[in-house]
């Protein structure tokens, strides 16, 4: 089973779609994070919505 790909903060999107949270950076909880967000290809991606910390984000 391949890993899913996962997302920084500041990284550019490699394709358009929804994306959540999968986990924060700082290996904080995320559990505030379950919020999903839509972002075009070449957007960079945000902080987490909850936390406002610097977050992975995985393909929804």
């Known amino acids: 089973m391949m890993a899913q790909d996962r997302y920084k903060t500041g990284e550019k999107a490699p394709e358009s779609g929804t994306y ?11 559990s505030q994070d379950n919020t999903e967000i839509e972002i075009n ?3 960079q991606f ?10 992975h984000w995985v393909k929804a």
């Open 20 to 30: 959540k949270v999968d986990t924060l950076v700082s290996g904080g909880n995320a």
């Open 46 to 55: 945000p902080p987490s919505p909850g936390e406002n910390e610097a977050a």
């Open 41 to 43: 290809e070449g957007d």
